[in-house]
């Protein structure tokens, strides 16, 4: 999964760099909030795929890049269809998981490339169905973003939190029915940090005492919530 999202993003740049600028499809499709484009992968093989106003541009883990105007879409059942003389895309408003993890995403794609017909996901990642069994990274606290050496991690597992902002081990139990998240009986270990690092700690563990609210951004990160304070978490899988 990380090879194939590291595929995504280098074969993007180097992808625009390359390129003269293209006019822009009527009928390009509306990327998720906060980027600019839509993006999708496919893992058997490694493959990424952008689709911005103006070009799609597919990039394989071998071999050579397909990149051609956005023709715009046209309608399809449940989604959108491109189709060029290199490549055709078929994108089906239908949930879809990339096989080698438990990563959801809220398109399911198909691409017909170089006479192949190879299976992907993409759009935005959906959000897990329970935080059960999950694992994250935080990202920053209350805006900024995490400080010292050792990378701060929550885990969800049979009804517990444990985890790190970067110092002590924390641990409790937690609540959530998706909308909201409660954490009771925070513990944590007792070992001296440096200042910053015990700061992100002290306000993790003072959200945790509050009932969080739970949103997901189009990219996939959990935002936690309570009055003023908040935290991002990014999924590891």
């Known amino acids: 999964m990380n090879k194939a999202l590291t595929l995504l993003t280098a074969s993007t740049a180097l992808a625009l760099a390359a390129c003269a600028p293209l006019t822009p499809a009527p009928d390009a499709p509306v990327p998720p909030a906060g980027t600019s484009a839509w993006l999708a ?8 795929l952008e689709i911005t106003p103006a070009r799609i541009n597919y990039r394989p883990a071998e071999g050579r890049p397909v990149i ?4 715009g879409a046209r309608p399809s059942l449940n989604g959108e269809r491109y189709v060029t003389r290199q490549i055709s895309v078929d994108i089906t408003h239908s949930p879809c998981n990339d096989g080698m993890s438990d990563r959801r995403y809220a398109d399911t794609v198909m691409v017909e490339v170089n006479g192949r017909t190879l299976r992907g996901c993409g759009g935005p990642v959906l959000p897990p169905a329970s935080l059960d069994r999950t694992n994250w990274r935080i990202v920053s606290i209350n805006g900024r973003d995490m400080v010292g050496d050792r990378p701060a991690t929550l885990r969800f597992a049979n009804g517990t939190v444990s985890g790190t902002a970067g110092c002590n081990q924390i641990s409790g139990n937690f609540l959530s029915d998706g909308n ?3 954490v009771s009986q925070a513990v944590s270990t007792r070992m ?23 949103r997901f951004a189009a990219d996939g990160r959990m935002i936690l919530s309570a009055g003023e304070s908040n935290a991002v978490l990014e999924r590891v899988i």
């Open 68 to 71: 051609v105007a956005n023709p």
């Open 180 to 182: 909201r998240l409660t």
């Open 41 to 48: 992968l496919g893992t058997e093989p490694f493959w990424a």
């Open 192 to 214: 001296a940090c440096d200042g910053p690092v015990m700061l992100q700690e002290s306000a993790l563990l003072a959200l945790f005492r509050q009932s969080m609210s739970i």
